[in-house]
């Protein structure tokens, strides 16, 4: 494992504080987030919650790869993807990603490409719960 990546998926809660930890770095002038909410309604319906499944060894491994693209697009210094899998409520975090960097803008451009790209790419897969039925989804809106 590379050390300036921090890959995680978990049927855990998402720790914000944890990712924060893993980026830290005292020549990191910019720290960039991105955190995935349930939230309680799409296309105009109410979603009472979500469920997560995932192709683990895929998953991992992509996330890994979009980590390692994105340092060496951007030239931050450190990634961390976390995402969860099992059941979550409104208001829980499915998906953490965070990034340092030496100045701002790579490290917002290399967030914005690590949740797009996960969303395009990586094998997981929701299921939105709503009062009158569910539905499976890809992870991308």
Not at 65 to 82: L, N, R, T
Not at 108 to 132: G, M, R
């Amino acid at each position: 494992m590379v050390e300036n990546i921090e890959i995680l998926l978990s049927n855990e809660p998402l720790s914000l504080s944890t990712c924060q930890s893993f980026v830290e770095d005292p020549a990191a002038g910019g720290i960039v987030y991105f955190v995935g909410a349930v939230r309680n309604h799409t296309k105009g319906k109410t979603v009472i919650r979500l469920d997560f499944e995932a192709y683990e060894p895929m998953a991992i491994s992509e996330m890994q790869k979009i980590a390692e693209q994105a340092i060496q697009k951007f030239g931050v210094m450190k990634i961390a993807i976390h995402h969860s899998v099992g059941t979550l409520e409104i208001g829980e975090l499915p998906v953490i990603i965070a990034v340092s960097s030496a100045h701002r803008k790579a490290a917002f451009e290399a967030c914005q490409y690590c949740i797009d790209t996960l969303k395009e790419t990586v094998p997981i897969w929701k299921k939105e719960i709503f009062e009158d039925g569910e539905v499976w989804v890809s992870a991308t809106p």
